[in-house]
């Protein structure tokens, strides 16, 4: 069984960038695909990307197209997310996720972090 953690979330102007990174235990995270996903209070959680096991297959949120990357270090156990020209509208907390198989579909992953918390000001 995965264990993950993010980090790197914090408040950041509309415009600018963060990259949050998921670090996971376990010796099998390579075998995962492996999503973000993010959530504001009150509303359903948004896919945001995914990753397949391998880093060949990535897909993207359409509200995050052209603007988020995902990318992942099976040496490292770790998977991450570049975010740049950040808007007020991608304030939520962003958590990322282990599947088999690589999704878009939140009840497909069957492990999630503690999330973190991104806030986009105006």
């Known amino acids: 069984q995965v264990q993950l953690a993010e980090s790197g979330g914090g408040l950041v102007q509309a415009g600018g960038s963060l990259r949050l990174s998921c670090a996971a235990s376990g010796r099998t995270f390579s075998t995962y695909g492996m999503g973000w996903f993010r959530q504001v209070s009150g509303k359903d959680r948004e896919f945001v990307s995914a990753i397949s096991s391998t880093a060949k297959t990535t897909f993207y949120g359409d509200s995050v197209k052209g603007r988020f990357t995902i990318s992942r270090d099976n040496a490292k156990n770790a998977v991450y997310l570049q975010m740049n020209s950040l808007k007020p509208e991608d304030t939520a907390v962003y958590y990322c996720?282990?599947?088999?198989?690589?999704?878009?579909?939140?009840?497909?992953?069957?492990?999630w972090g503690q999330g973190t918390q991104v806030t986009v000001s105006s």
């Open positions: 996720a282990a599947s088999i198989g690589t999704w878009s579909t939140a009840s497909k992953y069957h492990t």
